[in-house]
C-alpha cells in the first residue's frame, strides 16, 4: 500500500502560479502510475495530469495543456503539479493517485489510493 499526502495549494491572483507537491509513503513508490485530479463544488473530479512510473510518460487533460506540468522524483518519493497561468476556472480541491497499472488513464476509478486532498483557489 502507499500513503498520500498532498501540499502547496493555496489562494493564487489569476495569472500566476502554485507548485503542488504529492508525498507518498509506503513500499515501491516508483512502481505505481500517478495522477493528479481535481473537484471543484458540486462537480465530479476530474483528471489532470497522469506521468509514469519512470516519469518518461506524461498526459495531460486538455484543459491544462500547456500550463501545467507533472512530474515526479522517485528518490524522494513525491510527484509534482507545476501549474502556470491559472485561471479561475482551475480553483478546485486537488488530489493525487496512484495506481499499479501502467498505460494511460483518465478515469479516477482507475486509481485505488488517494490523498486527501489541496485547496487550489484562484482569484479574477
Known amino acids: 500500500q502507499v500513503q498520500l499526502v498532498e501540499s502547496g495549494g493555496g489562494l493564487v491572483q489569476a495569472g500566476g502560479s502554485l507548485r503542488l507537491s504529492c508525498a507518498a509513503s509506503?513500499?515501491?513508490?516508483?512502481?505505481?502510475?500517478m495522477g493528479w485530479f481535481r473537484q471543484a463544488p458540486g462537480k465530479e473530479r476530474d483528471f489532470v495530469a497522469g506521468?509514469?512510473?519512470?516519469?518518461?510518460?506524461?498526459y495531460y487533460a486538455d484543459s491544462v495543456k500547456g500550463r501545467f506540468a507533472i512530474s515526479r522524483d522517485n528518490a524522494k518519493n513525491t510527484v509534482y503539479l507545476q501549474m502556470n497561468s491559472l485561471k479561475p476556472e482551475d480553483t478546485a480541491v486537488y488530489y493525487c493517485?496512484?495506481?499499479?497499472?501502467?498505460?494511460?488513464?483518465?478515469?479516477?476509478?482507475?486509481?485505488?489510493?488517494w490523498g486527501r486532498g489541496t485547496q487550489v483557489t484562484v482569484s479574477s
Open positions: 506521468i509514469a512510473w519512470g516519469g518518461g510518460g506524461t
Open positions: 493517485g496512484a495506481r499499479i497499472a501502467s498505460g494511460n488513464t483518465y478515469s479516477p476509478g482507475d486509481y485505488a489510493y
Open positions: 509506503g513500499r515501491a513508490f516508483s512502481s505505481y502510475t
